[in-house]
């Protein structure tokens, strides 16, 4: 007994599969990592009105620099960045979610990591490590959703 089939059309559908998961892993990741930072910019704690932030004492003595923070500002400093040195190209992508401590037009905080980690004087009110902990699996999962699409038909829709 001989059984034959034609499985052209079948194995036509693999060719390419490696270079569709390979450039999706990129934009899979960037998708998750962005439902996090969605989830840190809507934990950010947000003040009711302008507060001031006082600089570090100059080794004189003298008073640092006082800056004027508006409502809003922790949450226009969070960003998102590629790390290009601990990703692999078609392999496995980082991203860095954080916020801007030096001076931006885009927006900045210096006392960011004092309101997720607290200081002698204030208690902490984390949102970082809380919205991560919160989306992780649902970005895991966007992820793996990402790059099943890519290996079926190619497509990396958002």
């Known amino acids: 007994m001989k059984i034959e089939a034609d499985l052209s059309a079948a194995l036509a559908q693999l060719d390419g599969i490696d270079e569709r998961v390979a450039e999706s892993v990129r934009p899979a990741t ?10 840190v910019e809507e934990r950010a704690p947000r003040s009711e009105k302008a507060h001031w932030f006082y600089g570090k004492r100059r080794k004189n003595g ?3 620099n006082k800056y004027l923070f508006e409502p809003g500002s922790l949450k ?5 960045k590629f790390l290009d040195e601990k990703s692999q190209v078609g392999q496995s992508a980082a991203y860095k979610i954080g916020w801007r401590e030096n001076s931006s037009s885009i927006g900045y905080v210096p006392y960011a990591h004092m309101v997720e980690f607290g200081t002698a004087r204030a208690p902490a009110h984390p949102f970082l490590r809380p919205a991560f902990d919160a989306k992780k ?7 793996i959703d ?13």
Not at 76 to 80: P, Q, S, T
Not at 137 to 143: F, G, K, M, R, T
Not at 146 to 158: F, H, L, N, P, V
């Open 30 to 39: 960037l998708a998750g990592a962005m439902l996090v930072r969605r989830e």
């Open 62 to 64: 003298t008073p640092g």
């Open 76 to 80: 226009k400093a969070i960003y998102i």
């Open 137 to 143: 699996s649902q970005a895991e999962q966007l992820i």
């Open 146 to 158: 990402k790059i099943k699409e890519a290996a079926r038909d190619g497509s990396t829709t958002d």
